[in-house]
């Protein structure tokens, strides 16, 4: 509705006086204002936001005081002992495959399961730099199953 009255206002001042420019630059920053108005919450939503925050921190807080023997009491040495319970199972998961590990490498026979090349040996580390190392060691252990 307003650029409808804008267009016939603008029209019509500039058939009546030479200075049309003033009314149409008034006319411009009005629509802007208006723009920049309208593309803001309308009003009350502001209102509206700060009661919706104060029902969730009243909410939140009486949560907080339902479950707040939860934090002062013993429950959060419970959590740690927990946790701590699941690392020491882990870790001695760890140690039994370690403890296997060197079972395996004790058990085995040095002429019939070590291969010396040219008087050297090379550590596992180098696996990483020469992949072909690996898998030609453990082709080793595999043709002696078939």
């Known amino acids: 509705m307003f650029k409808i ?8 001042v500039e058939a009546k006086t030479e200075e ?5 630059n008034l006319l411009d920053e009005i629509e802007n204002s208006l723009l920049a108005i309208l593309s803001l919450d309308h009003i009350g939503s502001e209102t509206r936001y700060f009661f919706e925050f104060i029902e ?4 939140s807080l009486e949560e907080y ?9 013993f429950e959060n040495e419970v959590v740690i002992y927990k946790e701590k319970l699941y ?11 370690q403890n296997l590990r060197v079972k395996w490498i004790s058990l085995i026979n040095n002429d019939k399961y070590k291969i010396y090349k040219n008087t050297t040996t090379l550590p596992i580390i180098l696996w990483l730099e ?9 082709n080793y252990f595999l043709k002696d199953q078939d």
């Open 56 to 59: 969730d921190y009243q909410n």
């Open 87 to 97: 690392l020491s199972k882990a870790e001695a998961v760890l140690k039994m495959l």
């Open 5 to 12: 009255a804008k267009e016939d206002l603008v029209a019509f």
């Open 20 to 24: 049309y420019f003033i009314v149409t």
């Open 65 to 73: 005081k339902e479950h707040f023997w939860r934090i002062n009491t």
């Open 130 to 138: 020469h992949p072909e190392l690996a898998k030609s060691y453990w």
